[in-house]
């Protein structure tokens, strides 16, 4: 991707979106710049800390046209007046922030980065950010991620915004060698097999990479109530504590998530009141779109983010674009290097008097028995799992629903020391799996469905009692 930086190894279109600005012999100008301050007082040791760092940044005036720019004549002019000379502390920003309406950051975050800061548009419903942007009045830029495993859909929406908005969408792509050595090497469809971080590593993170080292801020799309176990705690604004900006270094790159408080529903509202262009595969069930080999429709009781790799564990859903939004703890547990184990600052899922809470030794004993006095229907979750939450409201409805019935209701917590366990001898794959114990027989039988409302789980449990 170019981003006005000539030295990209990828080819991309270079071509910036705009507003309403008409076209002449400008050139970009560079707005923006960010330095570190002076050298705050050091601890003892000399060194600063990340937190000393990423606090103090602090965006320059306007600094005279660029001759290398490959940003194509008048598409970005910005705003002359976008000068600043006091200190920014971004935590203190993002509390001013917390209950600023997205039109408001959005016109912050544009207003004081002007040309360097650009929109990262998925092809979903993040085109929610460009009509904030267009609605600005303020010049503005997007860039996509073309991973080339994406939609038909998505790509036609991508030239829908653009005739939209009159705009061009600035288009990352993979290193080409790199896509080639992984496809030659594993196969077109590796990730099924050994996940898909690597893919991802390789189509999305390392071109993002690139793409940010151009700029000095850039704007998402995230929403804390997109993944309850990753993003519940993302700002409005902070300092990117993983990718550099144009400046390099840690610290260099300001990170906008102008929808963070914003509810789905809310987003969808605003999109149709606004008649946004939209993905085609909304209307067909898909949330959160993606690549397509790694994208599918989610079904009643499922979360949103249920539709992407389908097959892994819930821990690994993030591929890799927002992780320095994760704390410590969380990051370490998707690296499969925490203790998952450790429950003790996570609150317990699916209580109720009408679901019996099964022991390692309790589960032990039922897939014992040959013959049972009453079936069971057991869960086996994870209480961190956004997956087994979704489906809490509708599972706890079916064992009141099947109280006094016969069929005894359980749940077990096969995470940490116990995962092995229930891959072992319970069929665990991902969280949640759903198993049923007939009377007669030793063998659960495991739901394969994705549907998990209400109806569905009862209709398995009819079939077999």
Known sequence: MAFSLAAAPSSSSTAISTSSFPCSDFKAPQIGSIRILERPQPRPNGVLNLSQKQRLLKPLNAEP????????????????EVTHTEEEDYERLAFDLENASPLEIMDKAL??????????????????????????????????????????????LFDAVEKHYGIHIEYMFPDAVEVQALVRSKGLFSFY?????????????RPLRRALKGLKAWITGQRKDQSPGTRSEIPVVQVDPVFE????????????????????????????????????????GYISIGCEPCTRAVLPGQHEREGRWWWE??????????????KQDDAAQLNGVANANDTSTVVDIFNTPNVINLSRTGIENLVKMEIRKEPWLLVLYAP????????????????????????????????????????RELQLGSFPTILFFPKYSSRPIKYTSEKRDVDSLMAFVNALR
């Not at 046209?65 to 002359?80: F, H, Y």
């Not at 002007?114 to 997007?142: C, K, M, Q, W």
């Not at 564990?313 to 994760?326: F, I, M, Q, R």
């Open 65 to 80: 046209n660029r001759n290398d720019s490959i940003v194509p004549l008048a598409a970005t002019i910005v705003d002359s």
């Open 111 to 156: 207003q004081r980065f002007g040309n360097d800061i650009a929109i990262a548009f998925s092809g979903a419903e993040d085109v929610a950010l460009i009509e904030y942007a267009h609605l600005t009045g303020r010049p503005f830029r997007v860039f996509s991620l073309d991973t080339g495993r994406l939609n038909p859909e998505t790509y036609r």
């Open 193 to 205: 097999e050994d996940g898909h971080q690597e893919c991802c590593r390789v189509r999305k993170v």
């Open 245 to 284: 900006g144009l400046d390099g270094g840690i610290g260099s790159l300001v990170k906008w998530n102008p929808v963070a408080n914003v509810k789905g529903h809310d987003i969808w509202n605003f999109l149709r009141t606004m008649n946004v262009p939209v993905n085609s595969l909304h209307s067909e």
């Open 313 to 326: 564990d819930a821990k690994a859903k993030e591929c890799g674009l927002h992780k320095g939004n994760l």
């Open 384 to 423: 961190w799992c956004p997956f087994c939450q979704a489906m809490e409201e509708s599972y706890i409805d079916l064992a009141e629903k099947l109280s006094g019935s016969g069929v005894k209701v359980g749940k077990f917590n096969a995470d940490g020391d116990q995962k092995a366990f229930a891959k």
